[in-house]
């Protein structure tokens, strides 16, 4: 892998703690099977190649070509913090740091705009779609460029030095446990401290980017604990108040549902997906008939799958609501799905799954007002939505759809709370 660091401050290698007049401007290091190699190409560049020697960065290791090596984000990882760890300390400890060659602070130097490179990059995952890099879209100092199939040009941008460098890990940290074959990957309670810091080293970072953060990078409840305080702090300098929960929203959904329904009445889940609520309700000791309907072929074939998984004969398909028929008292699930619908067809559907005989009915959809806080270019959460109510209209249409019913409704809000706004909205309707 190439790195190449290119900034018109004459203090660039000051910063860099690279001196041009020892061995030449070349600087060695072994990493890993390897070497890095620095060279001071001018005052204003700096070129970092790590060399392997065998399999440093291979996945697997029948493959002989190994050239993950040449192109893995986790070799950038791995040069941030063996050539550059003192660039990664927090923004007031670097700011405050001496240089006492130049009798001055690395903050008062570090006052130019920073270019970063690597050309060969590599990214294997959904966050790079229809051309377009996803971390691309909440930073404007990145750009991926496709070189070919999954390696990228690899372009950081910042204001100085030090936010180069922690945008650089941030990306390179991103797309390494959202590569396929990082899914996996390890974080430990020191690494989660490390780069929640780094987070929290880039100016501006938009809501979104702490909600991937906690998804992806954060691994147990005591990380996201150490570090929400954090995280709040900072995005309250950008002027939002936040309260940050663990886990995605979809999680967060499923936890919250999964609590409200019995074991031992039938569940009816109309738009049933991938059987989230059937496999956590399982795992809770789930005993009933579980009646799940989607109209997507691909689910039939894998509720079938599924239900070879457990002992227990308890779970049919079907693909429309129009296909069900049961006496059963009911618990029935509308989760994320009346969105799909027109509002009319909505309406609709929520009052046919109300004609079943109903212990109670949860409803769930998005909040409109929360997509703000996405940085979306499109008005609606996805591209599949028909409409997102706000709290009004989805009160109004649940109103209109229980007018006459002798039933007791509970609203309910999911997920983050941002300036007092939460991205799902829901109800409990009782019989």
Same mark, same amino acid.
């Given at each position: ?12 290698? @000051?910063?860099?703690?690279? !001196? ?60 941030? !913090? ?27 130097? @570090? ?9 060969? #990059? ?5 966050? #790079? ?29 910042? $204001? ?23 899914? #996996? ?15 929290? !080293? ?109 002992d227990e004969n308890n779970l049919a398909f079907f ?46 959809? $998005? ?21 997102? $109510? ?42």
């Open positions: 892998m190439v790195i190449k660091i290119k900034c018109e401050n004459d203090y660039l290698m @000051d910063i860099l703690y690279k !001196n041009p007049d020892t061995d030449m401007g070349l600087y060695f290091k072994a990493l890993k099977n390897g070497q890095v190699a620095g060279n001071i190409v001018d005052r204003h560049c700096y070129e970092v190649v790590f060399q392997d020697e065998k399999y440093s960065y291979l996945p697997e290791e029948s493959n002989q070509i190994d050239y993950q090596s040449y192109c893995s984000p986790l070799v950038a990882l791995h040069i941030c !913090n063996e050539l550059f760890a003192h660039i990664l300390k927090s923004r007031d400890e670097f700011a405050q740091k001496d240089i006492k060659w130049l009798q001055r602070t690395q903050g008062d130097v @570090d006052t130019i705009p920073c270019r970063i490179e690597a050309p060969s #990059f590599y990214i294997d995952s959904n966050w #790079f779609r229809n051309g377009r890099f996803l971390l691309a879209k909440y930073f404007g100092g990145v750009q991926a460029e496709q070189q070919s199939n999954r390696i990228f040009r690899l372009t950081i941008t910042a $204001p100085t030095i030090f936010e180069a460098f922690n945008l650089l890990s941030l990306v390179s940290l991103f797309t390494h446990i959202t590569n396929d074959y990082g899914i #996996f990957t390890y974080i430990d309670d020191n690494l989660a401290q490390k780069y929640g810091r780094v987070l929290t !080293n880039i100016r501006h970072v938009p809501y979104f980017v702490f909600y991937l953060f906690i998804l992806r990078a954060i691994k147990t409840e005591r990380q996201f604990n150490d570090l929400k305080p954090v995280f709040e702090n900072y995005l309250a300098g950008e002027g939002l108040q936040a309260d940050l929960q663990w886990q995605g929203t979809a999680q967060q959904r499923i936890q919250f549902i999964s609590k409200q329904l019995e074991t031992d009445i039938p569940i009816l889940d109309i738009g049933c997906g991938e059987l989230a609520y059937y496999k956590k309700m399982m795992k809770l000791g789930f005993k009933a008939m579980y009646y799940a309907v989607d109209n997507d072929e691909r689910i039939e074939a894998l509720s079938g799958h599924i239900a070879r998984r457990y693909s429309s609501p129009d296909e069900f028929r049961s006496p059963d008292k009911l618990n029935v699930l509308l989760t994320e799905v009346i969105e799909h619908n027109t509002v009319e067809d909505a309406r609709a559907l929520i009052r046919q799954a109300l004609a079943y005989h109903v212990n109670k009915m949860i409803i769930t959809t $998005p909040n409109v007002e929360f997509n703000r806080f996405y940085n979306m270019e499109s008005p609606l959460r996805h591209d599949d939505h028909v409409f997102e $109510p706000t709290p009004a209209e989805f009160r109004a249409m649940i109103d209109e759809c229980t007018a006459g019913l002798a039933c007791r409704v509970e609203y309910f809000r999911l997920g983050d709370c941002i300036n007092g706004i939460r991205p799902t909205q829901g109800c409990m309707i009782y019989f």
